[in-house]
């Protein structure tokens, strides 16, 4: 089966500081997305950067940037300059083989303290 | 709409009713999904609706669960004979065929008491 593995239960930054949360996957695909959303306590689930696995860049989108390695199937994502409101769950998603339908890991709770 | 909504946005239920929830995705999205998310945990896949094909079930936890989607839109996940394990947040999200990524809803807080 395929499987998603965020191996950070929970994180703690400093407000300012930068902090890169882990994402392993594991997907037969060989062109796919892979997405970082965020939860915060409204519940609400917003994608924060998506990459896609044919592109050597990596994704950046402000302070949210990835690290993907496709052939070790590692996609972190690095958030500089933390601020309060990036408190949230973080979700690690890559989808099923041959469908649109994503699977998520198991999250990372992130902290950032003043 | 803007947005894919959510309602009830929480409900409280006793043990052995039957309960719906309902999503409305964003207008021409073809792909409805519902997830089920666990105190503290991670997304459950439950069920996937893509545009008039059959839709993907296999996420269903037991037969007491059941989601249909009337005329491609709004969908209605049927939780029957609720249980204390059935509470949770389900999600609802939507998405344009072959277009990455989803569009969430608030979700409903289920409890079962």
């Known amino acids: 089966a395929q499987t998603v593995t965020q191996s950070q239960p929970e994180m703690s930054v400093q407000e300012a500081e930068t902090v890169t949360l882990s994402c392993t996957y594991d997907t037969s695909e060989n062109n796919y997305y892979l997405f970082w959303y965020k939860q915060p306590p409204s519940r609400q689930m917003i994608l924060v950067i998506r990459q896609e696995a044919y592109k050597q860049q990596n994704a950046t989108e402000n302070r949210f940037s990835v690290n993907f390695q496709k052939a070790a199937k590692s996609f972190s994502l690095k958030i500089s300059d933390s601020q309060l409101g990036d408190t949230a769950m973080y979700f690690c998603a890559s989808p099923t083989y041959n469908t649109d339908k994503l699977i998520f890991g198991t999250g990372t709770r992130l902290q950032v303290f003043p | 709409g803007a947005g894919v909504s959510q309602s009830p946005s929480n409900k409280v239920t006793e043990k052995g009713k039957d309960v719906e929830l309902r999503c409305d995705p964003i207008s021409g999205h073809t792909a409805l999904y519902w997830y089920r998310q666990s105190l503290g945990q991670g997304l459950e896949f439950l069920i996937y609706?893509?545009?008039?094909?059959?839709?993907?079930k296999s996420g269903l936890p037991s037969d007491r669960f059941s989601a249909e989607r009337t005329g491609g839109s709004v969908s209605t996940l049927t939780i029957q004979r609720t249980q204390q394990e059935d509470s949770a947040v389900y999600l609802c999200a939507s998405s344009l065929s072959g277009a990455p990524g989803y569009t969430f809803g608030s979700g409903t807080r289920l409890t079962v008491v």
């Open positions: 609706f893509q545009g008039n094909s059959a839709p993907d």
